[in-house]
């Protein structure tokens, strides 16, 4: 299955070390507002996510996002 | 592979008919300023998308943008 795990990086992001697991394994990914997000994962667990998106690497299964602050 | 197929949606997308296929086989994306986006496929192929993103769904290979005026 080619869902994604979402990161929060935290400086200069490596491809051993991409930054702080958030969610494992999202399918769904909706923007609700202004650098506000929605996450789904394939089983079904939801979490909301305000940040900008750093880089994503489907290949690799990664997706960062730089977390803001409210 | 878990690359996506990038959409452009154009009314509201359905699961036949998520919009217009802007670009096959997406591993890379990353913004590369406001509502602007760099996408690279895995066979190297580039394009630049402006645009907001409307949905993903990783799971189904889609990620729909709705287009912006430059």
Known sequence: ?????????N????DENPGELFLEAVDKIVPEG???WRLTS??????TLVG???S???VEHQILFERMEI
Chains 1, 2 share one sequence.
Do not use: T, V, W
């Open 1 to 9: 299955m080619c869902e994604a795990n979402i990161y929060i990086i």
């Open 52 to 54: 900008r998106i750093h």
């Open 56 to 58: 994503m690497r489907l």
């Open 34 to 36: 202004e650098n506000l």
């Open 42 to 47: 394939i089983f079904g667990e939801q979490k």
């Open 11 to 14: 400086s200069e992001p490596d």
